[in-house]
């Protein structure tokens, strides 16, 4: 049987010694991990494919920067990674009816949100299950487990990206490494906000009434989730009281999964 893990000291930063990183990690959600995760003491690499951002934030976090275009999931087929958290966080939207959808944006959505994140996984399993120890966090969305109109791209990309953190969490447990998601509702980030125009285009509504009768009508506490709300679930899901916690999908949606 295995022991149970010590708990940490008050105090202790829970990542010391450890490496992680970030996808989508210059901006928005991935920047408040990122920023998370080196507090509790990891050394992070900031993967982007935003330069100057991914730059700029590893240089303030004492990380490093990864400049990467996910979405070019063939450069990733023989990467191997010395990781001991990954967070798949990077993504795009596309807000479109099914017959509209150009069929390269579902594709693009589904590389970068989908195959990219099992490609990463991939690299750093070896690492991973040769030191006993890793945690893949997968930063899905409500939308992974539920479903809105004009987002079948999206909605598809993380229905699939919950399944393949289930099965790294069944292959993953007996060799010390935990695979969960965190599934946020509408979160205050640039990826949101630029959606606007195309939610009200979509549901033949003004700009002005988007944030009330879309993106808040749903959840039962009506605000948009603050980026560090869901990095501090995050950070917890990495540390050593999250231990037993794997294949789950921890909601941070506020009410609109329990409909």
Request: charged share 20%; aromatic share 4%; with cysteine.
């Amino acid at each position: 049987m295995t022991a149970r893990p010590a708990r940490p000291v008050a105090g202790e930063p829970t990542l010391a010694g450890r490496r992680a990183l970030v996808t989508g990690g210059a901006s928005g959600i991935g920047a408040a991990c990122a920023q998370e995760l080196a507090a509790r003491g990891a050394h992070v690499v900031v993967a982007d494919v935003d330069t100057d951002g991914a730059k700029r934030l590893a240089d303030e976090l004492g990380g490093e920067a990864w400049v990467v275009d996910l979405a070019d999931t063939r450069a990733l087929d023989d990467l191997r990674l010395e990781v001991d958290v990954l967070v798949n966080n990077a993504g795009i939207q596309r807000v479109s009816p099914v017959e509209d959808l150009a069929p390269d944006d579902f594709r693009l959505l589904h590389r970068l949100m989908l195959e990219a994140p099992f490609l990463l996984v991939r690299a750093a399993l070896p690492h991973m299950y040769a030191q006993g120890w890793g945690r893949v966090v997968n930063v899905s969305s409500v939308h992974g487990l539920v479903a809105s109109p004009f987002k079948a791209a999206y909605v598809s990309a993380k229905h699939g990206l919950e399944g393949l953190s289930k099965a790294v969490a069944l292959e993953g447990g007996p060799r010390g490494v935990t695979s969960v998601c965190v599934s946020p509702g509408y979160v205050r980030t640039p990826l949101v906000e630029r959606q606007v125009a195309d939610q009200a285009a979509a549901h033949g509504i003004p700009e002005s009434d988007v944030l009330a009768d879309v993106m808040l009508a749903e959840p039962a506490i009506k605000r948009l989730v603050e980026p560090q709300e869901v990095a501090s679930l995050v950070g917890w899901l990495t540390g050593p009281d999250a231990s037993m916690v794997t294949g789950a999908s921890w909601t941070v949606d506020g009410g609109w999964s329990a409909r």
